[in-house]
């Protein structure tokens, strides 16, 4: 079986600043995702790779950028960190190049906390 | 933008008893509709899922109903035991995408 190591578990920074969150996989999956999640709702896509190197918005990308280096890791900044919008950021991860009938694999999840 | 409804928010059911969700989707090009578990504290896992060529599966408690027609799809937990109190969403396909239910608590009460 595979993991998914999202770094870091908390990330508290203070309104404006620039927060950048890190994913890695060792699953060797194509696809891989950054959902937001407010307490006790359902998850809203930032942004979402297919392969290395590419990006593709999701339906919550303002205010974020993402990058795919490498085909094991995506990370996420924060451009300009606002106190609403302290949440719990989710990475995935799936097999398949853009196939959305696959599982996606969840990491454990970053809590940002803005001061 | 694209909507899946999911209802209810919260569900209370006594032990024992059966659970339904219910989600509405937009899309009649999706064909796919994964349901997810989320315990507190921890990651979304999946549990089970339908693709558009069935109209019901089955696994271990766990029944999905799929009506193309409505737009509808339903997830069942037969005897529910205090373990299966916790979040559930669903999930529908569009393009490279799933669009998320906002959610379900599901408690289970002795």
């Known amino acids: 079986g595979g993991i998914i190591t999202q770094t870091p578990k908390f990330l508290i920074g203070q309104e404006g600043q620039k927060l950048t969150l890190k994913c890695q996989q060792n699953f060797n999956h194509d696809t891989m995702y950054w959902y937001r999640q407010d307490s006790g709702k359902g998850l809203r896509l930032i942004y979402y790779?297919?392969?290395?190197?590419?990006?593709q918005k999701g339906d919550l990308s303002e205010g974020y950028d993402a990058s795919r280096e490498k085909k094991s890791s995506f990370s996420l900044t924060v451009t300009s960190a606002q106190k609403n919008e302290m949440a719990v950021f989710l990475c995935a991860s799936s097999i398949d190049r853009g196939n959305s009938g696959n599982t996606l694999y969840f990491g454990e999840g970053s809590r940002l906390i803005v001061v | 933008g694209e909507q899946v409804e999911q209802l209810p928010s919260i569900l209370r059911v006594q032990e024992g008893s059966s659970a339904s969700i219910n989600c509405t989707y937009e899309?009649?090009?999706?064909?796919?509709f994964p349901w997810y578990k989320q315990e507190p504290g921890e990651n979304p896992k999946l549990i089970i899922d339908?693709?558009?060529n069935m109209e019901r599966k089955q696994t271990q408690g766990l029944i999905v109903l799929l009506d193309k027609k409505a737009k509808r799809f339903s997830l069942h937990i037969t005897d529910t035991q205090p373990g299966d109190s916790a979040m559930y969403f669903c999930?529908?396909?569009?393009?490279?995408?799933?669009?998320w239910g906002s959610g379900t608590k599901l408690i289970i009460k002795p």
């Open positions: 790779s297919i392969t290395e190197n590419d990006l």
């Open positions: 339908i693709r558009s």
């Open positions: 999930a529908a396909s569009r393009n490279y995408q799933l669009i």
């Open positions: 899309n009649s090009a999706s064909n796919y």
